[in-house]
């Protein structure tokens, strides 16, 4: 069992960064694969980065690519997104989640764990 805690989330302009942190509490961090979602009132919880048990692989959604970078530390059991230059569109609940099934999980039904999400305000 892995617990996610996010944090870094906040009220940025358009153009900015931030960088959002995901803790995991559990054994067997380095096998568990790990993403970031994001999810807007009304809308379906849709997938922005995913990172393989290593670190070494990555997968992105179209519209953060060359603009967001995911990372992790398993030493730290940490989970990171950094997101720069920023657009409104970007405003959302993000999410940490894993996958015991999955090595780069980019649904939502691939993934077992779950944070409590974190807001992202980005202004224009």
């Known amino acids: 069992q892995v617990e996610l805690v996010e944090s870094g989330g906040g009220l940025v302009q358009a153009g900015g960064s931030l960088r959002l942190s995901c803790a995991a509490s559990g054994r067997g961090f380095g096998s568990v694969g790990m993403a970031w979602f994001r999810q807007t009132p009304g809308k379906e919880r849709e997938f922005v980065a995913t990172?393989?048990?290593?670190?070494?692989?990555?997968h992105y959604e179209d519209s953060v690519k060359g603009r967001f970078s995911i990372s992790r530390d398993n030493a730290q059991n940490s989970v990171y997104l950094q997101m720069n230059n920023l657009r409104p569109e970007d405003t959302a609940t993000y999410y940490c989640?894993?996958?015991?099934?999955?090595?780069?999980?980019?649904?939502?039904?691939?993934?077992?764990?779950w944070g409590q999400g974190t807001q992202v305000t980005v202004s224009s």
């Open positions: 989640a894993g996958s015991e099934r999955y090595q780069l999980p980019i649904e939502p039904v691939h993934c077992d764990y």
């Open positions: 990172v393989g048990w290593t670190g070494s692989i990555t």
